[in-house]
């Protein structure tokens, strides 16, 4: 029997290991809580249980887009300033080796470079959030970086390539935030990430050719460069919408969550 359809997804992933920390106002203790629940959820949101996750992380970049073929993957703690029981935590997720090299496979027959990398452990764009999504760590999660030109056409085309993981049970999951500027995450000032959000949701919920060419000129957007100084957090969903091919774009989480929007989106 052929695999359900999966999902393309993009999640935010929080604030370094958000959920296992006490954040001061604006936060508060119970600011991450409606993000977990959502998280603790995608599993069952989904057709089937997927054969694996491929995970695209804004906390990776590379020359070219690189895919981990690491099938024991370690821990890579990027964060800075946190307690130390938030440098224990363990994710030992298999990796896929399998999926990877189709990964690469389907990423070379598209005409795009390719490399693979077969040392990186998790990062937290991807252990923080999977930690909620796959407690139990059962499910295969392969990596894929961003390209460091962070360019936003050519990671559409990037996540186009993907698209057939779908059928092969392969969800796909870019892991950023749609809003990240740290600098005034604590402001108060709400209104730059809830005009960039309303923009994000029109965008989403938009037919896939004006979704992608919208994607492609992201930054013209009302508050965008507010919303994103520096787009790494922003373009796993250009892969993700790459990947979404015709299925059609939901507002699937959406919080208020230090007084900014975050939200995320899924494709089918």
């Not at 990877?100 to 027959?109: D, N, S, T």
């Not at 693979?116 to 452990?121: K, V």
């Amino acid at each position: 029997m052929p695999a359900s359809r999966q999902p393309a997804i993009f999640i935010p992933h929080g604030g370094g290991p958000c959920f296992w920390i006490e954040f001061p106002p604006p936060f508060g203790p119970h600011a991450w809580d409606k993000l977990r629940d959502y998280l603790a959820g995608l599993v069952a949101s989904l057709p089937e249980r997927p054969k694996a996750f491929l995970v695209v992380t804004a906390h990776w970049e590379t020359a070219q887009p690189t895919v981990s073929v690491n099938a024991k993957p370690g821990m890579l703690y990027d964060y800075y300033g946190f307690p130390e029981h938030t440098y224990k935590l363990s994710y030992p997720a298999p990796g896929a080796p399998d999926v990877a090299a189709e990964v690469k496979r389907l990423i070379e027959a598209a005409g795009l470079p390719v490399a693979t990398d077969g040392e990186r452990g998790f990062d937290h764009g991807v252990f923080v959030p999977f930690l909620i999504v796959d407690p139990k760590a059962q499910i295969p999660v392969v990596m894929l970086s961003l390209r460091k030109d962070l360019d936003p056409a050519f990671h559409i085309r990037l996540g186009k390539a993907l698209s057939p993981l779908r059928d092969q049970g392969v969800a796909i999951v870019g892991s950023g935030m749609s809003f990240h500027d740290l600098r005034h995450f604590q402001d108060g000032d709400g209104k730059a990430s809830a005009t960039f959000d309303a923009w994000l949701d029109e965008t989403a919920k938009a037919p896939p050719a004006e979704r992608e060419a919208r994607l492609a000129a992201w930054d013209k957007a009302p508050a965008a460069r507010a919303a994103h100084p520096r787009e790494e957090h922003l373009l796993p969903l250009m892969v993700v919408a790459g990947a979404a091919g015709d299925s059609e774009g939901k507002h699937a989480f959406s919080d208020v969550i230090g007084g900014k929007a975050i939200s995320g989106f899924r494709f089918g």
